[in-house]
């Protein structure tokens, strides 16, 4: 089967569609030009299929470069069989070529290697025949071997070499591993005992667990690797060894009543505890970490999209509020765009506390600069300064909301060279306090200044493949910047830099340009910047919105490629630029569908997925997809944990999703938890099912434990009276 029938058979999709998705892919074309713009080619593929098919097409020519080398190596040795070669080529896995490959890999010296070199390869080759009789006996035979010069002394130490020969070979069996990998999947049980101070730490709950390892869920498997690393946790993979030796018996063993079982039972048995095991046992670990990374990698992935396509607040005057104790809480106030207009610095918590003080700051600035909203950050002092507020909100002059926003990423983003660069004279908390009001405005255009790690909607992200996880949230990144589309003429440069086809470099020279020479007034001006070719304009022009162009289709989603179809289509059904630009084209798709998408589509030379979507932006031009999203919360009062109620009705916002449930942000300084097992009254799988970041749900509150500070959260028989 060849890689592409591969591919398509695994991801469920038409192998014509996935060659050609490959070649686009192989031609150099970015993930969210081609999900965008060559949906004909893809039968509408969305941006994550074409990174899964792009992840597995890697995978599947790195496992083919390593079947020809492997194949290459083998026959170098002359080893190569015909029956092997058809196993290579066979192979699914890289496990199972590397299983493949083992018993012709260049080893250290090894017991079985110096018995080898002792001449003893043929005794163990008599004993793995398995005679219905030996004469003469084995142990005869053995004797013959006796070789002082070469180390075997007598016919006792040339058994043990033999059965050492014996042992590695069964160790070295592709198929054999194969089915005791299934039984260790099937059957085995990881195993954790605790050190001694282990009473004291997180992992308390594990001083002594045990659970099969086909039931453990990722985030244990996370937790458990962790509590090893630190010293805290012995963990140990469990298998009744009576049933693996069984496993081996049953597959070694031809002849029951050979004499030779005296031998072999022993070199099973060694084998398994010598080779086998502790080499599947950290296969198997490796697996389990493998597959609860990626697991927890699609959480985190999900979370972080949630997080940027979040909606925007638009057209409102924010402070941003960063809050702390010793060194005050900085305010700074940023106008609709974003800009800052003033910052501030006030005391309203220990140890200085001047409430009065700091509220004359406060109102000073709402009234100066007309305020909407304050964002306060939800780190160090947040409980108090939210207190703070909410009592002053009542005194303001004007009507004022404020917001809790996780400034997860903000310190990282303050003392960043490009915070530095944007904000020179600010402290860093200065520009954290901006980035905390820009956030709540814009999160997309602010969150893709911080490394998507540090931004804090994953689980145990620090445990992950480095590599990996960047791979894949910069995949994320990239995937909502381009769903969006940004304004040329007011993105940073960082907002840029994650469109399709541009690179950091030409995404300075972007900004750079428009310095130099003022806005852009039309995309084809794109063309004289720097490092942006005809290929990369050809991948980003869709995506880079220019507001003030002459050319109204300029500031949509049409790709310049399809301006030439757009205007014939607008003219088919008599309609003008100036119709688009005043928001007059209303019965357009309605026109289209009574005269025919598939004819018209045909007729204009393009398809109708291409069609459907020029009309969506036809009919909104410049629309930002976010739109529709529920805004953010924003609040009057604030409650605390102590006014918690068992059995209170809250509505709340979901900050984080967990392979175990959600956290929720109901008001109260602290998330509350609601676990999978509460989240409906049927059998959840993955909360991920159910709920995403951001969502705004209702919520019962279950349990309370001011001390802890944990609250326990239920959707269950959520519209049952208060």
Do not use: W
Not at 521 to 529: D, F
């Amino acid at each position: 089967m060849t890689i592409i029938e591969l591919l398509a058979k695994e991801l469920n999709l038409s192998p014509e569609r996935v060659e050609k998705t490959v070649e686009l892919l192989d031609e150099g074309n970015t993930i969210p030009f081609i999900a965008r713009y060559r949906k004909e080619v893809t039968g509408g593929m969305d941006d994550i299929t074409i990174r899964n098919l792009d992840d597995r097409l890697h995978y599947l020519r790195k496992m083919d470069e390593r079947r020809a080398e492997i194949t290459k190596l083998i026959d170098e040795q002359g080893k190569l069989t015909d029956e092997l070669a058809h196993a290579i080529s066979l192979a699914k896995t890289l496990v199972e070529l590397e299983d493949l490959y083992l018993p012709y890999r260049p080893k250290r010296k090894t017991r079985a290697s110096v018995a080898r070199d002792r001449g003893l390869e043929p005794l163990a080759a008599l004993i793995m025949e398995q005679r219905d009789s030996y004469d003469p006996a084995i142990m005869t035979v053995a004797a013959d071997y006796i070789n002082e010069e070469k180390g075997v002394t007598n016919a006792e130490g040339a058994l043990a070499g033999a059965l050492d020969i014996i042992a590695e070979d069964i160790s070295n069996d592709a198929e054999l591993r194969k089915k005791l990998r299934l039984l260790l999947n099937r059957r085995a049980s990881l195993h954790t005992v605790g050190a001694e101070d282990i009473e004291n730490s997180v992992y308390a709950g594990y001083a002594d667990y045990r659970e099969p390892v086909h039931r453990l869920p990722g985030h244990r498997i996370l937790a458990v690797n962790r509590g090893e690393r630190e010293g805290f946790l012995k963990v140990t993979i469990e298998l009744d060894e009576n049933e693996a030796l069984a496993e081996i018996f049953s597959y070694i063993i031809k002849n029951k009543n050979t004499p030779a079982l005296e031998y072999l039972n022993p070199a099973m048995a060694d084998s398994y505890d010598r080779l086998l095991f502790p080499s599947l046992e950290r296969e198997l670990r490796t697996a389990l970490f493998n597959n609860a990374g990626e697991q927890a990698i699609h959480v985190f992935a999900d979370n972080l999209r949630n997080l940027l396509m979040g909606a925007p607040l638009k057209g409102k005057t924010v402070m941003g509020y960063d809050p702390g104790f010793r060194t005050g809480c900085k305010l700074a106030v940023v106008d609709k765009t974003g800009k800052v207009l003033e910052t501030a610095v006030i005391y309203p918590t220990e140890p200085r506390k001047q409430i009065d003080a700091s509220k004359k700051i406060v109102s000073r600035l709402v009234d100066r600069h007309k305020v909407d909203v304050i964002a306060i950050g939800n780190g160090t002092a947040s409980r108090e300064s939210e207190q703070f507020i909410a009592d002053l909100l009542p005194e303001l002059s004007r009507e004022v909301s404020y917001t809790i926003v996780s400034e997860s990423g903000a310190s990282v983003y303050s003392a960043s060279k490009l915070a530095q660069d944007e904000f020179p004279d600010f402290d860093v908390t200065e520009r954290s306090a901006v980035s905390i009001a820009r956030r709540l405005q814009d999160p997309l255009a602010e969150l893709v200044k911080i490394d998507p790690k540090a931004i804090g909607v994953g689980q145990y992200q620090h445990d992950m493949k480095e590599a990996r996880l960047t791979e894949a949230l910069d995949g994320v990144v990239e995937g909502c910047v381009n769903a969006v589309g940004v304004d040329i003429n007011t993105a940073s440069h960082s907002l840029l830099s994650h469109i399709a086809g541009i690179n950091a470099t030409a995404a300075k020279n972007i900004v750079s340009y428009r310095e130099e020479n003022g806005e852009f007034t039309s995309r084809a001006q794109i063309l004289k910047v720097p490092k942006i070719g005809a290929k990369a304009y050809t991948q980003c022009a869709g995506f880079l919105r220019v507001s003030g162009s002459s050319e109204i289709l300029d500031a949509t989603g049409v790709h310049p490629e399809s301006y030439a179809l757009t205007k014939q289509l607008l003219s088919t059904f008599e309609y003008t630029e100036d119709h688009v630009r005043e928001g007059k084209i209303g019965e357009l798709r309605q026109k289209c569908q009574k005269y025919g998408m598939t004819k018209l589509a045909a007729e204009l030379g393009t398809g109708v997925p291409t069609l459907e979507d020029i009309l969506s932006e036809l009919e909104k031009p410049g629309r930002d997809i976010r739109d529709s999203l529920p805004p953010p919360q924003l609040r009057r009062d604030v409650l605390d944990i102590k006014d918690l109620k068992v059995d209170m009705l809250l509505t709340g916002t979901v900050r984080n999703v967990v392979d175990f449930g959600v956290f929720v942000d109901i008001g109260v300084h602290q998330d509350g938890l609601l676990h999978i097992s509460e989240m409906a009254d049927r059998f959840v799988r993955h909360p991920r099912e159910l709920l995403s970041v951001g969502d705004i749900i209702e919520v019962r509150v279950k349990s309370v434990d001011p001390i802890k500070k944990r609250i326990g959260l239920t959707r269950k028989k959520i519209n049952a009276p208060s």
